[in-house]
């Protein structure tokens, strides 16, 4: 299979200083990759420089066999979000048909919004199409921002940390749509998480980031380990022992 995300001695400076350095990984067409690792580890500058935000330093970042940014419609985000301003009384349908054209739609088409429809059932969740954003729950709006994301039918999803500030109940039924999207769908997914029960239950391979790559490989052999336990789902920043070392599958 070839790879939809490949990053070959990445490095990525912000500010004037080095956040990524040496980073070399691959996720391959179909396979959902966790990225973990301690807080200020460079997890969410990997994904911006990935969308072609973030501008690349040194080395190669390839998505999907293009430079970052060139196939943007092939490339859905779920970044870390926020309820809605109430100042801004935007509809479900309207975000998930701006994701679709680029832009703010002043009038949602018969079409478009059957394709929303359509989205949101992916995720069960037709009945919240025409709510408001700013009367969602957490979890709804995690739910609707991931439709958001499968709207323009991409070719590698990236999420960072979803999860976050979703509650318990909130948290396990967006696992187990991951799940269902992961198994179903021909694509690749990077999950940005410190959710240890997450990388065991989606991921077929775990990237340790800490400013680069200090382990790589199946979660069973990242994971068991009780640096990578500790460090990467804790976080806290605890730096990796020496001579941590990829652990990689064929």
Known sequence: MSAALAARELSVDLGGRRVLEGVSFEVAEGELAALCGPN?????????????????????????????GT??????????????????????????VAARRGAWPLVVSARERELARSVLARVSGERLLDSLLRGLSGGELQRVYLARALASDPKLLLLDEPTAGVDEQGRVEFLELLQGIAEGCDLAAVLVTHSEDAVRRLASRVVYLDRTVRAWGPPAEVLDRQWAASSAFSGHDHAPPAGARYYESD
Do not use: H
């Open 40 to 68: 200020g580890g460079g997890k969410t500058t990997l994904l911006r420089a990935a969308l072609g935000l973030v501008e690349v330093a040194g080395g190669t970042l390839e998505v999907l066999g293009a430079r970052p």
């Open 71 to 96: 196939r943007a419609a092939a490339v859905g985000y779920l970044p870390q979000t926020k309820p809605a301003s109430s100042a801004f009384p935007a509809r479900v349908v309207d975000a998930i």
